[in-house]
T-cell receptor, first 115, second 114 residues
């Protein structure tokens, strides 16, 4: 079974600075999808970014980008120019093309933005 | 706003009771997924429906059941509730049931069992 690990329970960054959240996963599959979801205090799960494993190019969405290292099974999220609204729990998730189309989530990283 | 709606937002009930959580997927989405978020278990997949049929099961208890109706809305039924069932229950939807689809989440239903 696939597992996702986020080794940083909490992170903090100064407003306008850059922060990187780490995620590693374990799988024997070659094709899969990876996601970062954001959960602000409202508890809504909001999609931040998505990466297809077959794509070598790292995904980017405005201030959010990923560093996808397939061989290392690493999928980190970089947030540039951090804003107060970025404060939230961030979850890394894996979706397998085999079997159930379920998301397997990491434990989450709580990001605090210091003004 | 993801376009996925869930009702009610909050639910407080007693042990041994039964509750029903409702989810309406985004317009055009055929797949519905249910997830449970609790402090000790994190976010866990419960069950998936696609166009009215059960497609996959995760760590769903026998006391829990779900269905998807012809209008594609889904209900998650939780019975014989225990204190440990207190959690945030999310519904997500996607266009089809393939791995290429992104799942969009509703706002969740917070269940408190007293």
């Amino acid at each position: 079974a696939q597992t996702v690990t986020q080794s940083q329970p909490e992170m903090s960054v100064q407003e306008a600075e850059t922060v990187t959240l780490s995620c590693t996963y374990d799988t024997s599959e070659s094709d899969y999808y990876l996601f970062w979801y954001k959960q602000p205090p409202s508890r809504q799960m909001i999609l931040v970014i998505r990466q297809e494993a077959y794509k070598q190019q790292n995904a980017t969405e405005n201030r959010f980008s990923v560093n996808f290292q397939k061989a290392a099974k690493s999928f980190s999220l970089k947030i540039s120019d951090s804003q107060l609204g970025d404060a939230a729990m961030y979850f890394c998730a894996y979706n397998s093309p085999q079997g159930a189309q379920k998301l397997v989530f990491g434990q989450g990283t709580r990001l605090t933005i210091n003004p | 706003d993801s376009g996925v709606t869930q009702t009610p937002k909050h639910l407080i009930t007693a042990t041994g009771q039964r509750v029903t959580l409702r989810c309406s997927p985004r317009s055009g989405d055929l797949s519905v997924y249910w997830y449970q978020q609790s402090l000790d278990q994190g976010l866990q997949f419960l069950i998936q429906y696609y166009n009215g049929e059960e497609r996959a099961k995760g760590n769903i208890l026998e006391r829990f059941s779900a269905q998807q109706f012809p209008d594609l809305h889904s209900e998650l039924n939780l019975s014989s509730l225990e204190l440990g069932d207190s959690a945030l229950y999310f519904c997500a939807s996607s266009v089809t049931s393939t791995d290429t689809d992104t799942q969009y989440f509703g706002p969740g239903t917070r269940l408190t069992v007293l």
